[in-house]
Structures are given as C-alpha cells and as structure tokens.
C-alpha cells in the first residue's frame, strides 16, 4: 500500500487567516483588550466599595475572567507560532509586544479578582464553592485565592506587573534578538561555504559522522561565545528582577515560585532528586561503554547524543510519522487518531529551512480545540522521539479540550509526564518491533539517551541554575563566571564521565530566558519519571490503562501532583520508593545495553 505523505508545514491560517496580518487576529486582539477593561473597572469599583463580595458577583467575574483567560492562551500560542517560523517576522514581533501589553492587563485585573476572591467571608466563600459556577474549578480557585495572601498588595502587585512588560518580559524576548543574530559558519561536503540558523547547526551536532558533530560543536561553542556578554546581561537582568520581586512579598526561597507553579512539594523535589543520583551509577556505565563503541577514551558533549550503529539510516517525515502512530495504536485507539488528524491537517512545522528558531515545542489553542507542534525534523532518530514526545502535548490539551479555561491551566511537570509517556510507547514498542538485533540497540540506545538528558543534562541545568541565583544575590554575575558555573555543573551532573564539555550551555537554551516559568529544568525530570512509573502500570494493566490514564490527565489542572498521584496510582511522591521503581527502569535498559554490546 502506498504510504500517505504527510504536509511538513504547518497550517496556520486557518485559525487566523494572514499570518502576522491577520485581520481576524486583530480583530481577536481588540475584543480581548474591550472584555479586560470592562471586568477591571467592574473589579475597581469593587475594591473602593471594600465590601464583601455576593456570591453573583463572584461567579459573573469568574466567568468574564476565565472567557479571556482562554482567548489569551490561544492568541499567545499565535504569536508563538509566528516568531518560530521565521525569527526576523517584524511585524510578528509588534504582535508579540502588544500579546504581551494585553496580557499584563489581563494580570492586573486577575490581581484585582484576586482581592476580590480575599475580601469574601470564609463562609460565605465555602458556599460559593458549592455552585454550579464554581465547583468545577474549586481547586484552582482556592489556589489563587491562598497565593494571593503571600503576595503583595494588590495595586503593588499590578504595578510591578504593568512595569514588567517592557523590563522583566522585555530582557526574556531579547533571546529571540539574540538567536537571530547568529551565523554559524559551515562548510558544505561540496566545499561551498554556507551560513546557517540555529536550527539547522543544531540539528548537525548529533550526526553520525564525529568529524562532523566535532566541527559543528567547535563552531557552536564559537559563536555562542561571541554572543556570550549580551547573554550574560540578559540573565543577570532576569534573575535581578526576579530576586527583587521575591525580596518585597517575603519570599526568602527562590525555589517557592516554581515549586508553588509546579503544584509539588520541596519534599517531592528532594526525594526524586534522590532517587535520581542513586541511579546515576547506570548511566555512567552505559556512558563508558558508549565510548568503547565509538573509539573514544571519554565522551565528549556532542557524542552523548551521537548515534551509533548502521541501522541509524534517516527516516522521512511520514515514514516517521506512520510509525508513531502505528506505535500510539497499541495503547490507544484515540491518541492514534488525534494524532493522524495532527499529521493530515498541518498541525506540524517539521521542515528543515532557514529563519526558524531552534529547539521545539507543541502550543495549545484552545478555543478552536487544537493545537500546534514546531521542530526541525532531519530523520534522525531523535527526531521522532521529539515528534512523539510534542504529540504527547497535543493530546494532553485534545483530553482537557472544553473543561472550563481555569481547570485546563495544568503545570509544567506534569505537562511532561504526557509527553514522555508518548515517548515511552513509540520507543518500547519500536524495540519490541525490531527483529534486527543492530535496529534494536540503536532503538535501545536512543531510549538510554533520553535517560541521560533527564538525569544528568537536566539536572546540570537545575545545579546551574540554583548556584547562579546564589551568586546573584550579591550582584553581576560575568559570562567568564557563568561559563565556570556551567562546567562544574555539568562535571558533577555527569559524574565526571564527559571530557570536552559545554561551556555556554547556559548562553544558547531558551529555557534560561523564559520568564512565565522559572527553573524550566525539575519539571522534565519529574516528567519522565512520572511517566515512567505509569508507563510500567499501563504494560501490567494492558490495553484497559488507557481509558484511566486519559483520567488523570484531566486532572492534572485541578490538583496537586501528589493528590493526582495518590487517587490515580495509589503512590506517595514525597518519599522515594516511587521514584526508585522508575530509575529501576532505567537501569534494567543499562542491563541489556551491556549485555547487547558486550562483544
């Protein structure tokens, strides 16, 4: 039968006809920024009455609230989607600065809300809980509502929102400037000399040829250095402002913001970090081993993610996507469809070409119910793992599709764990699949990098992270400086087992730069190892799971993830026991890896 070719660019018109023209996007913009105002003035007149609220206005605000709640994420995820598609869009970057105006607005009449949902008698405020209006997203209400009494006064907070956009926000956007800017330089096998973006030198860093990966790093290494005391301004500018907001609400932790964001304890955090280095010592075995293979005394960075074997020939874009979906159907029925209409209706950029931005991601707009997934895709495969991975999201926002806005606002980790779960299927069932021993390893061994990236990769990023907040506090921190947090870092994170190292990791990830979500590293690592744990359930529970994990991902916005854990699989996170089971995994993955390439 002849495979279906599937279109390797995205669709975006038919959400908003026009691109960055769009006159229907405007038009969305303006009825957003209208409904804004006038709940603000509904709240502010509130405020100045200073009495308690009646349970009719609680509900009409929460309504108005969450209506542009949603029209807000979706217009976001538009601009996004702008940006990446071709960084130099100017008139895609005035959208972005004027999503970003509207969006403070929108905050400062959530502060105001937020007054509001204060100010209502304790018991009053229960009864309100019970309605029809309210029940459904208690939790997130009660959230709000407990984080409001941590923060400062509502006009202070609304200020230092409103100031934000064009100092907080604003040094976040110049990463976009930054990665723009660059030029890598490369040599074509023709000899042609060649400047290519971010994206397509990334790509290179992971190809099968080592003289190749060597280069590209050397030249990656190179222009990030160029580009490394701008970076540093910017970071330091960002960890500044944060560190001066969390000075004035009291805030002695610069951990409380993301574990409060992630709805997870610090016990949580600690005890799966300690399952995490108990388990370091497998991946540092399968690291050495790897270096064997490939006939090295030590890894470098840009081989830990090389491939290894014959069977890594390239794979099309819809070969890879025929194989994704054929791996979804053995769990799920419906992620397999959902993802079939992903792939036919273009909700995919998957082209390798000029002015994109690097790295990838899935957005949600969730008023038209679907959603949209950007990568570079090249064939590796490491680009299909991305590919199911981003599907991950996307059918974790189709699952919440027409819950009400606030309870389809779920946090990062657990974002992740749907994500990697996807990942999981594709990459055990593929292995499963594969009758060749060598298509196996390699399957085996791309599964065994991921590990990697979330035990070692990831939790370097997090020790950098937390050591440069330290060393902020009492003042600039140089690029020289950053760059030596960055290797020790990674030393310790990858237990000493790499030899050339990256330097200035932390000038090229856009995750140091994003300023919606501080420390954008621990909420990948629990991810993974969530879904691990509920991975290793759905293969003893079968086909059956499904249907219960579909479940849980709808929760996942109206609870904290030690709740979720506890109705949906019955487990404790905050001791380690569940997190050892997952490593387990891991390490059982390290086991075969061994045995497979003993001779």
């Given at each position: ?14 959400l ?60 976001e995820?538009?601009?996004?989607c ?15 600065d004027?999503v ?16 509001q ?29 407990a ?27 110049f ?26 030198m ?17 030249e ?20 500044g402002?944060?560190?001066k ?5 009291g ?8 574990l409060?964001?992630n ?9 799966m970090?300690?399952?995490?280095e108990?388990?370091?010592p497998a ?16 890894l ?25 979906m ?16 992903a ?44 590919l ?34 996807a ?15 060598q298509e ?7 599964k ?17 992270e ?12 140089d ?9 020790e870092?990674?030393?310790e ?32 690592t ?16 079968g086909a ?8 849980l991902?709808?929760?996942t ?15 404790r996170?905050d ?25």
């Amino acid at each position: 039968m002849e495979q279906t070719v599937y279109p390797e660019r995205w669709n975006l018109d038919s959400l908003y006809a026009g691109g960055s023209k769009s006159a229907a996007f405007a038009s969305e913009l303006a009825g957003m920024e209208t409904d804004i105002d006038a709940v603000t003035k509904q709240l502010k007149q509130a405020s100045s009455v200073q009495d308690a609220p009646s349970k009719e206005e609680l509900s009409s605000w929460t309504a108005q609230i969450q209506s542009v709640l949603i029209r807000l994420r979706q217009t976001e995820s538009f601009v996004s989607c702008l940006l990446a598609q071709q960084m130099k869009d100017t008139a895609a970057i005035e959208l972005n600065d004027k999503v970003k105006t509207i969006a403070a607005k929108f905050n400062s009449a959530l502060t105001l809300f937020d007054e509001q949902l204060m100010q209502a008698a304790d018991g009053a405020w229960e009864e309100w809980l019970q309605t029809e209006e309210a029940s459904p997203v208690a939790f997130v209400l009660r959230e709000r509502r407990a984080t409001a009494k941590e923060k400062l006064a509502p006009a202070m907070e609304a200020l230092a929102g409103e100031l934000a956009v064009d100092g907080y926000h604003g040094w976040g956007d110049f990463y976009n400037t930054i990665v723009s800017r660059t030029r890598f330089r490369w040599t074509a096998e023709d000899g042609t000399e060649q400047l290519l973006s971010a994206g397509q030198m990334h790509n290179k860093l992971s190809d099968g040829n080592r003289e190749v990966r060597a280069a590209a790093f050397a030249e990656w290494e190179r222009e990030w250095g160029e580009q490394a005391e701008l970076c540093a301004e910017v970071l330091n500018r960002l960890a500044g402002f944060r560190l001066k907001w969390y000075e004035k609400r009291g805030w002695p932790s610069v951990m409380k913001e993301p574990l409060q964001m992630n709805r997870m304890s610090e016990a949580t955090l600690a005890a799966m970090w300690k399952a995490v280095e108990e388990g370091k010592p497998a991946l540092v075995r399968y690291l050495e081993r790897k270096a064997q293979l490939l006939g090295v005394e030590k890894l470098d960075w840009h081989d830990v993610e090389a491939p290894i074997g014959t069977a890594a020939s390239t794979v099309p874009y819809s070969e890879g996507a025929a194989f994704i979906m054929e791996q979804f159907r053995r769990f799920s029925a419906k992620l397999a469809d959902f993802s079939a209409v992903a792939f036919r209706d273009g909700w995919i950029e998957a082209e390798d070409r000029p002015g994109k931005r690097p790295g990838g991601f899935c957005t949600a707009f969730p008023l038209s119910n679907q959603t949209r997934i950007f990568m570079t895709y090249s064939g590796t495969a490491s680009n299909v793992s991305t590919l199911a991975h981003e599907l991950g999201h996307a059918y974790h926002q189709h699952v919440m599709d027409g819950m009400p806005p606030f309870a389809q606002e779920y946090a990062m980790n657990v974002a992740e764990t749907a994500s990697t779960f996807a990942e999981l299927i594709v990459s055990d069932s593929a292995m499963v699949a594969a009758a060749d021993p060598q298509e196996r390893l390699v399957l085996l061994e791309d599964k065994l990098q991921r590990s990697t990236a979330f035990f070692m990769n990831i939790h370097a990023r997090y020790l950098f992270e937390r050591r440069f907040y330290e060393q902020r506090r009492n003042g600039m921190v140089d690029h020289e400086q950053l760059c030596k947090l960055m290797e020790e870092a990674q030393r310790e994170a990858f237990c000493g087992v790499l030899g050339d190292i990256h330097p200035h990791f932390w000038a090229s990830k856009l995750h140091f730069y994003l300023t919606d979500v501080p420390f954008y590293n621990f909420p990948y690592t629990f991810g993974f190892l969530f879904s691990s744990g509920i991975y290793a359930i759905a293969k003893r529970e079968g086909a059956g799971f499904s249907e219960r994990y579909d479940a849980l991902l709808r929760d996942t916005g109206i609870m904290t993830v030690e709740e979720l854990a506890e109705k949906h699989l019955g487990v404790r996170l905050d001791e380690p026991e569940f997190w050892r089971g997952a490593v387990a995994l891991m390490a059982e993955d390290v086991e075969v890896f061994l045995q497979m390439t003993d001779k």
